[in-house]
């Protein structure tokens, strides 16, 4: 192939990973926008990888589940591989990965836990941890590999406020899909909280958690490479206000009804975010 097809092959596989990204998450797309161009790409290719090995877990309920987690991580290992997939998804995200040394190690945690949806409703306080590592915070540790471009001395200052940041959407998305989890799924991921007698005490434990994550992430937001910061910081806009939303929503509602954000409310956050970026402020 010459390098002219090939160059169209990856954009067009790219762009595959970019149409599940604006599909799937209003939050993320927007957040993705106002990353450098040279970040973007990089960034679907991540996103379009873990959502669609969440697909094969929460949403296949007549296919056999283990048997295409398996396939999927199979396929994975060998696109890295071999550095070449079929599979558009897949492409796009092991020349992201062999670009920037993304870890095997990473990878392998994150379809850990999505094994760990196919037969785990609930979750000690080491199998929940596990769980957030491996679903949430390696994601947003591939991110700063692409962010950080081979600089191993700010990638390893600002790890642990990635994975703090990580571990504030997950349990946001735990807070939020509460009543989905549990209904459809039979999944109950917040150990030692009862859903069927879910308490104002319990939300408030699990809301103080959260905003310690939180509170430690900025930090290292306001310190990500200027291509980085501004995407990132709007992405923690969006769920900082979901946050603020579930926290004053009674116990009760958040076990009745999925909390949401109006895409007219993201896009007036996004503008704030933006202004705040061109004071500044962040």
Known sequence: MSKLSMNLYNETCFECSKIITNKYSTSFSLGIKAFSKELQYPIYAIYGFVRYADEIVDTFHDKDKA?????????????IAQKISLNPVLQAFQEVVNKYNITFDLIEAFLKSMEMDLDKTSYTDDSYHEYIYGSAEVVGLMCLRIFCDGDEEKYQDLLPQARRLGAAFQKINFLRDIKADFDERGRTYFPGVDFTRFTEQDKKDIEADIK????????????????AKLGVYIAYVYYLELFKKIRSTSSATISDRRIRISDSRKIYLMAEALLKSKLNYV
């Open 67 to 79: 048997y295409l987690i398996g396939k999927f991580k199979t396929d994975t290992e060998e696109a």
């Open 212 to 227: 310690a994550d939180f509170d430690d992430a900025l930090l290292g937001i306001k310190r990500l490479p200027k291509g």
